[in-house]
């Protein structure tokens, strides 16, 4: 067998060209991951059938002469990928019915910014999808971060296969191939801009390669940018419109959306709540507009929903990214049996977010003396003392801009050799990925230095200047009193100004994998060749991360120097030691009913430095009893292991949101309810105003809860239906089912707080409220949310794919497709076997930011979206050197709230037992391309949302990101691109 310059069949590459548009929920054409070597010794003819007899199906290391096997993969091929018109391969994936549940893309802004997408299959979340390239691990799970002009295809299995390729593989996992054996050079030039003239994107790609005999050589360049958008540029998501009721109000909606104003929000003390002259019949008020704040009788008025701030117009819908890649990939021959190999890329992405001005409260640490100058109330505003919320306007947007470097290198060496007339083939390598990431915090105040500016201080005669301190101890340096209850005043925005500073911290990773795998013929039996394939690997993982001290946090308040995004470092490692092997045996072939029947079964050993050590087994069955219909089904046991941040995270600040508090009324005493007055008159204001809460997220070890790896079972079972009679169509249909124990999990603060309620009494230490001697008793003060093994998740469906290439006419070749992806189940148990267990039904449900069902939520972006139906259907049509593309993307009808208490995600604020229906949505893509053959140039347009869909309106209290869901609807609206190709 020599190492030659190998291409797929004739067979594989029309299946290429009538393969799978980018949604795939069901299993498609399958292609090859990877091409054996050929015998010298054999004729022309037998040489093509051997390089079929060695390709490699995403799901298993055993080579195959079948394209179509146990495994249910899609494939999304170069050609699909560049009719999309996207940039980035995430925003491609993305789309596919299999992805689900709170995805982040560089849509989301609040969580999001930093230009990364991130692939959760089945909804598991992307900690549960493995990605891959070439079958290979890199560093960054991000999609974005591979240059799109290097992949000849993705391959995305959707089935869990620890057992092939380890921890991680529990929702599937997407393998990006790259291009082989690339002939010439290639020069592209993208442009794209909405419907709106904003959201503008640009980019260049340049492309060569050379093969020869003796080797190969790919490498090239890729550049793109795409400019920032404002939630305010579209209708939709311009005001932070919120929704109310009650059993005695009819629900309305009203714009704002934070009790944190620019006007302020202040507690009132006591003998001010009356109803008598310079009285105001309330508990809080806000600053009148033009008013000085120090005239206590005609300078306020009661705090209504008037008075939120609307925070949304300065939000971004689409946040800016600018990436630049590098990337190189050889190949050269050392003998007939030898090769060595090598691919590598260089990425380096610029990106931000921005949010509205910041936050400035006594629950973040905030203190005005009631000895302040400018303080009329004189009583103190502090965590222990009254409230105090206003937000720093003057002070500027709050931004963050990442500049994130990602390095990936394989390289090593393969081979074969022929052993008792079976061949083999080798590989032997390593890998090394490295990951950076420095983070430039804008729009962030002092919050020591504002706390010595509004401390004590007074009017000093002998300059008529406010001065720091008291007449007999005055301070003269270091601080600058300001009115807090007038944030407009010259003086105060001065004060605030000087008190912004930027704040760097940085990221860092390193990842290194040596391998060593063989793959081959066993012995023969009457059906065919029983085969083996066999590695071992050891992989060992680093991360550091280094905080800049002005957000160091402060771990017993909760707060650091800037008040806001504060964090802690973060350092640690673990190795892993891998075995695996997998069996492929061919029970029957060529008998009637019964034109095959192949078994796989796998094994893979795991043992980690962290927690000890795995076992997890497949078995795969594949029955062919007509040619034209395959049977298949596969079971494997899945496992994911805690991350080096779920165990050793340290404590991080969190806003997350309450959507009930269970002390509300309570009349009796409960651990999650200190300090509640057990009268029946508590009502926890945050809840009330749908307002976010202090929180302080951490790994395991920090709030001291054991973490050990998940695990559960996957179970796949379908067919593939081709028939004889109808050249040119495919059938399949997939029924799985997967559950998962013990399931890895950042318990959010409203989980957090029902579990200690209803007697899961470990959670109790988490929950830290104001003391009944305060001036707010039992309202919360901070909840700590702790990454721990919690409850089960159990997630079933059905995926349906269909092809058809129909018979070429006069007016063009016809290629027809439709994919969708039903979710039967998704269930969350958050306690089993407890009294404190419930049991959430998320299938068809949007799962609001805030509520427990979103705060188990397996994936970032604030919320999680599981509609019962995605699909993706497609038209392509050719005509010599024309050729075009109809796309449409189906997301089925869901609910947000429940009539069920136990299931009831309140949409509405203030009145449970509410649901809202939403139908379905619908996106229809088209482009047209046409090749200039004599000029080497090919020019492609398009438009994506061609209708303009609109997303759903979900309201702002229900949200984190311009009142709807970013992770899975267009919020660009109808958007315009162009693309030339020159090849050379």
């Known amino acids: 067998m020599k190492l030659g310059v190998t291409k797929l069949s004739s067979a594989v590459r029309l299946a290429l060209s009538l393969g799978a548009v980018i949604a795939v929920g069901a299993s498609g054409t399958v292609f090859a991951q990877d091409t054996g070597s050929q015998d010298t010794t054999t004729k022309p003819s037998q040489e093509k059938a051997q390089t079929l007899q060695t390709v490699v199906v995403t799901g298993s290391h055993i080579r195959r002469v079948d394209l179509e096997t146990s495994n249910p993969v899609v494939t999304i091929d170069a050609a699909q990928i560049k009719a999309t018109g996207k940039l980035t391969l ?126 190969s050589i790919m490498g090239g360049v890729d550049y793109n940018k ?72 005609t300078d306020y008025h009661c705090f209504t929903n008037a008075d939120k701030y609307n925070y949304a117009t300065v939000n971004l819908i689409q946040t800016p990214q600018e990436r630049t890649s590098l990337w190189l990939k050889g190949t050269y021959n050392l003998g007939d049996h030898v090769q060595t190999y090598m691919d590598a890329y260089h990425n380096k992405t610029s990106s931000g977010f921005q949010l509205a001005p910041a936050l400035l409260g006594s629950i ?46 394989h390289t090593g060496f393969k081979g074969d050799f022929n052993l008792l007339n079976h061949d083999w083939n080798w590989d032997v390598g390593m890998s090394y990925g490295h990951f950076s990431q420095q983070t430039i915090t804008r729009g962030l105040s002092n919050q020591q230095k504002i706390n010595a500016d509004l401390g004590p201080s007074f009017l000093d005669p002998a300059t008529g200047k406010v001065t720091c301190g008291t007449p007999t101890a005055p301070i003269t340096s270091g601080c600058t009193p300001f009115n807090p209850f007038n944030l407009f005043d010259p003086n105060s925005v001065a004060a605030l100004q000087a008190a912004a500073v930027p704040a760097i911290s940085n990221n860092f990773a390193i990842e290194r994998v040596y391998s060593a795998d063989v793959n081959g013929g066993l012995f023969d039996l009457p059906a065919g060749t029983v085969q083996l394939a066999a590695g071992a690997s050891y992989r060992k993982e680093y991360t550091r991360s280094e905080i800049d ?42 008998l009637p009913f019964a034109q095959m029947l192949n078994v796989t079964i796998g094994d893979r050993y795991s043992k980690y430095s962290t927690f000890g050590s795995t076992n997890n087994t497949k078995f795969a069955v594949e029955y062919r009893p007509i040619t034209d219909l395959l049977l298949r089904g596969t079971m494997s046991e899945v496992f994911r292991a805690p991350t080096i941040g779920n165990v050793f995270g340290a404590p991080i600040s969190d806003a997350p949101k309450l959507s009930s508090d269970p002390c509300d009324g309570i009349t009796a005493a409960n651990p999650a309810c200190v300090g509640v007055p057990t009268n029946g008159s508590f009502v926890n204001q945050d809840v009330a105003l749908g307002q976010q809460i202090k929180g302080i ?118 290629v027809v497709g439709l994919d969708a992806t039903y979710m039967s189940r998704y269930d969350q148990q958050t306690a089993p076997g407890t009294n404190a267990n419930t049991v959430f039904h998320d299938a068809g449900h949007f799962m609001p930011f805030g509520s427990s069902q979103a705060s188990t939520c397996p994936s970032g972006g604030g919320v999680c979206l599981f509609p019962r139906w995605r699909g993706n259907g497609f038209v392509n049509w050719n005509l010599g050197d024309w050729s075009a593309s109809w796309r449409m993307r189906y997301i089925g009808a869901f609910r947000n709230g429940s009539k069920s208490p136990s299931q009831d995600t309140n949409p509405v604020q203030g009145l449970p037992g509410v649901v809202l229906k939403y139908g379905a949505t619908i996106y229809n893509d088209v482009s047209l391309g046409y090749n200039f053959e004599p000029l080497n140039t090919r020019i492609d347009v398009g438009v994506n949302n061609l209708f303009d869909k609109q997303p759903p309106f979900l309201y702002a209290n229900n949200t984190l990101n311009a009142n709807t869901d970013p992770s899975d609807f267009d919020l660009q609206g109808r958007y315009y691109w162009a693309r030339v190709t020159v090849s050379f």
């Open 364 to 409: 973040y640490g905030a203190v005005i003396s009631k000895d302040a100058y400018y303080n009329p109330f004189g009583q103190e505003y502090s965590g222990a003392g009254l409230d105090y919320r206003a937000r720093l306007v003057s002070a500027g947007n709050r931004s963050a801009n990442f500049g994130t470097t990602t390095d990936q290198i």
């Open 90 to 215: 995430g925003d491609i994936v993305q789309q596919l019915p299999a992805v689900t549940g709170g995805n982040i893309n560089p849509q989301v802004n609040n969580s999001g910014g930093t230009g990364g997408s991130s692939i959760g299959l089945r909804g598991l979340g992307a900690q549960r999808t493995l990605i891959l390239i070439d079958g290979k691990r890199i560093i960054n799970g991000d999609p974005n971060s591979i240059p799109a002009d290097m992949i000849e295809r993705i391959e995305v299995l959707t089935d869990g296969a620890s057992s092939v390729y380890g921890s991680d593989a529990i929702g599937g996992v997407v393998n990006f191939i790259l291009k082989k054996d690339y002939q010439g050079a290639q020069f592209t030039v993208n442009y794209g801009q909405s419907g709106h003239a904003d959201g503008r994107s640009k980019g260049y790609t340049f492309t060569f390669g050379q093969t020869s005999d003796k080797g």
């Open 697 to 814: 997220s951490s790994g395991s070890q920090y709030a001291g809860f054991p973490l050990g790896p998940e695990k559960g079972k996957s179970f796949d079972l379908g067919f593939v239906y081709s028939p004889s009679y109808v050249p040119g169509l495919s059938l399949s249909a997939d029924a799985w089912h997967l559950y998962l124990n013990d399931t890895i999990s950042s318990i959010g603060a409203q989980t957090v707080l029902d579990l200690c309620y209803n007697g899961a009494t470990q959670y109790c230490p988490l929950i830290t409220r104001f003391p009944a001697s305060s001036a707010n008793p039992g309202q919360i003060a901070q909840i700590v949310e702790p990454t721990g093994n919690l409850g089960r998740t159990d997630v079933a469906g059905v995926d349906f794919s269909g092809r058809y290439s129909l018979p070429e006419f006069s007016f063009g070749k016809f």
């Open 226 to 297: 795409t400019e920032a958008v404002l939630a305010k540029n579209r209708d939709f998501s311009k005001n932070a419109v919120s929704i109310y009721g009650s059993s005695q109000t009819p629900i309305y909606s009203y714009v704002g959306g934070s009790s944190f104003p620019a006007y302020g929000r202040v507690q009132l003390p006591s003998q001010y709540r009356g109803t008598g002259p310079g009285q105001y019949n309330c508990k809080n008020v806000a600053l009148n507009p033009g008013a000085s704040g120090q005239n206590i009788a």
């Open 549 to 590: 001290p002005l957000l160091l946090i402060d771990p017993a308040t909760g707060n650091c120097t800037l008040g806001s995004q504060c964090s802690s470092p973060l350092r640690g490692g673990y190795n892993v030691k891998e075995a695996y092997a997998e069996v492929f045996v061919p029970i029957l072939s060529d």
